[in-house]
Structures are given as C-alpha cells and as structure tokens.
T-cell receptor, first 113, second 115 residues
Framework: AQSVAQPEDQVNVAEGNPLTVKCTYS??????LFWYVQYPNRGLQFLLK??????LVKGSYGFEAEFNKSQTSFHLKKPSALVSDSALYFC???????????FGKGTRLSVIA | ETGVTQSPTHLIKTRGQQVTLRCSSQ?????VSWYQQALGQGPQFIFQ???????GRGNFPPRFSGLQFPNYSSELNVNALELDDSALYLC??????????????FGPGTRLTVL
C-alpha cells in the first residue's frame, strides 16, 4: 500500500531564509509525487509534481522539490521564504494508472518577518 | 478556464440526516474524485467517478455514495450522518488520458458540521 510521511508537524523559518519541508514515501512501483498548499478555509492548490525525468522539479511561486529515489524522499524547497508562504503543505503520492492520491498529514509552515 | 467549484460552502446537519454536496469539474476534465479532510489531517480518498461510473473507492462505508453527470459534474451523498462525518469535503477534477490520471485540481471544499 502507498503511504506518505511528513515528519514535521510545524516548520518555522525567518523571512528571506531558505525553507525545506520534508516528505518521504512508500509505493510498490514508480511513484508520482505531488505537493499541494492549503491556505486557511481554502481548498488545496497544486504546486508541483514529479512524474519522470529530471529529479529537480520547479513549480509555482518559486517552489521546487527534489526527488531522491534511494532515500524515497521528495522534499519541498524554496531559496528565500516569504511571509505569504505561511500555510499548510501536503505531500501526496500515487502509482501509475488510475489510482487515488494518498496524502501525508501535512506540515504547517510559518514564515516570520 | 473555469476552475473546480463546490457548493455549498458550509453546511450544518444533525445526526441521522442526509446531505448532498455538489461539484463542477474544471473545463475539459472528465474525472472527479472526492476526499474527506478531517480536522488536522490530510485528505482521505472517498471515491472517483469517470464516465458516470464509480472508478475506485477508498475505505468508506456504503452510506457514502455519489453520482457523475454527463457534463462531468458530480454529487457526493452521505446518508445517516454521524458526528465523525464532520469534515471538509474536497472535490478534485482531472483529465483521464491514455489510461492514466493526470494532476488533480481541487475545489475550495464544503465544510460539513454534524451536530
């Protein structure tokens, strides 16, 4: 069965500093990996995905994520955090085909001015 | 291009009642998935509809049911509501191409409170 772990419930970072939100996954085949962001009282917004190819994936709002097959990780990164990046971030995985997304529990990012 | 929309935004029901939530998929998307997000948790997959038929189901009881219409919009119905059904219900649409489901785009959700 597929699973996702987001080991940190909360990440605090100062504005302008780099940020990392961690994600590890478990699937039986090749993974499709996603990051979504959720602002208060809102749905999930798609940030980026890894399907195949280059291990470094660039997405919306300056975010990027690095796929590491040997460590089964897909950490979300941004070189310089903004206060407006403060939100709840979800990592999700699915297998190829018509399979559902499996989400982690989420990591709350707080960027402090 | 119109995004995914859901109605209503909020809903309050009492135990034992029935509820219907609605979702309009993004233009060009033929697949709709429903998720339940309990407070402090990640979304959990309820079921998916493709071409008006259920096409995958998560670990939810039969009192959770759905429909998809020819225009790809969808409904989620929950019968005999329980307190634990209180959650944010998210609808996501995606294109289904060449045997694979592409990126799912989510609506704003419906917040259901069961008293």
């Amino acid at each position: 069965a597929q699973s996702v772990a987001q080991p940190e419930d909360q990440v605090n970072v100062a504005e302008g500093n780099p940020l990392t939100v961690k994600c590890t996954y478990s699937v039986s085949g090749n993974p499709y990996l996603f990051w979504y962001v959720q602002y208060p009282n809102r749905g999930l917004q798609f940030l980026l995905k890894y399907i195949t190819g280059d291990n470094l994936v660039k997405g919306s709002y300056g975010f990027e994520a690095e796929f590491n097959k040997s460590q089964t990780s897909f950490h979300l990164k941004k070189p310089s955090a903004l206060v407006s990046d403060s939100a709840l971030y979800f990592c999700a995985v699915r297998e190829r085909g018509n399979t559902p997304l499996v989400f982690g529990k989420g990591t709350r990012l707080s960027v402090i001015a | 291009e119109t995004g995914v929309t859901q109605s209503p935004t909020h809903l309050i029901k009492t135990r034992g009642q029935q509820v219907t939530l609605r979702c309009s998929s993004q233009s060009g998307h033929n697949t709709v998935s429903w998720y339940q997000q309990a407070l402090g948790q990640g979304p959990q997959f309820i079921f998916q509809y493709y071409r008006e038929e259920e096409n995958g189901r998560g670990n939810f009881p039969p009192r959770f049911s759905g429909l998809q219409f020819p225009n790809y919009s969808s409904e989620l119905n929950v019968n005999a509501l329980e307190l634990d059904d209180s959650a944010l219900y998210l609808c996501a649409s995606s294109p289904y191409l060449a045997g694979d489901t592409d990126t799912q785009y989510f609506g704003p959700g419906t917040r259901l409170t069961v008293l």
